[in-house]
T-cell receptor, first 116, second 111 residues
Framework: DAGVIQSPRHEVTEMGQEVTLRCKPISGHNSLFWYRQTMMRGLELLIYFNNNVPIDDSGMPEDRFSAKMPNASFSTLKIQPSEPRDSAVYFC??????????????FGPGTRLTVL | DQQVKQNSPSLSVQEGRISILNCDYTNSMFDYFLWYKKYPAEGPTFLISISSIKDKNEDGRFTVFLNKSAKHLSLHIVPSQPGDSAVYFCAASKNDYKLSFGAGTTVTVRA
């Protein structure tokens, strides 16, 4: 079975450019998460969707970040405009949890973003 | 504010011996704890979990121990194998979707 799929795996862009990260969750999972991993802050939750609806976006750092989930099999995380401090590894994860509950989260391979 | 702390950034152990990874947490509301394992260029993968109603959970070579009074948990790997070389993350939640992760411990198993 395919796991969580993320694209691109690596992204190098210049400051001020728009960046879009993509995620395909595991089929049948109804919860989707976006995380960011940095040396300073470790792994932190950016946003949580359940049944395609954003439930918790309190981790989104600022208005430059936005996330969408137009259907059960696709989500995007967009940064516009990007800044060098956005350089990090961004992970998407999915789980079969119902809203608010806990279940094992399965992570994708991540997108390594470098903003010059 | 780090609510989950892994104070040892690295651990080196000989193949066949026991690896012990430690994790401390500050939030007494946490009641579900997990360990994830991560290889380079891959995402974290779930390893083992424990609910606060238990003090031990075992799965093959992996055992997690929970000491609620000390707000401390540990992961034991016995025996350690070369394939266990990875970064291990401790995570905690209030039995909901929100996981708080530690900074990770890099384990190196020497042949």
């Amino acid at each position: 079975d395919a796991g969580v799929i993320q694209s691109p795996r690596h992204e190098v862009t210049e400051m001020g450019q728009e960046v879009t990260l993509r995620c395909k969750p595991i089929s049948g999972h109804n919860s989707l998460f976006w995380y960011r991993q940095t040396m300073m802050r470790g792994l932190e939750l950016l946003i949580y969707f359940n049944n395609n609806v954003p439930i918790d976006d309190s981790g989104m750092p600022e208005d430059r970040f936005s996330a969408k989930m137009p259907n059960a099999s696709f989500s995007t995380l967009k940064i516009q405009p990007s800044e060098p401090r956005d350089s990090a590894v961004y992970f998407c994860a999915s789980s079969a949890a119902t809203s608010g509950s806990t279940d094992t989260q399965y992570f994708g391979p991540g997108t390594r973003l470098t903003v010059l | 504010d780090q609510q989950v702390k892994q104070n040892s950034p690295s651990l080196s152990v000989q193949e066949g011996r026991i690896s012990i990874l430690n994790c401390d947490y500050t939030n007494s509301m946490f009641d579900y704890f997990l360990w994830y394992k991560k290889y380079p260029a891959e995402g974290p993968t779930f390893l083992i979990s424990i609910s606060s109603i238990k003090d031990k959970n075992e799965d093959g070579r992996f055992t997690v121990f929970l000491n609620k009074s000390a707000k401390h948990l540990s992961l034991h790997i016995v025996p350690s194998q070369p394939g266990d070389s990875a970064v291990y993350f401790c995570a905690a939640s209030k039995n909901d979707y929100k996981l708080s992760f530690g900074a990770g411990t890099t384990v190196t198993v020497r042949a």
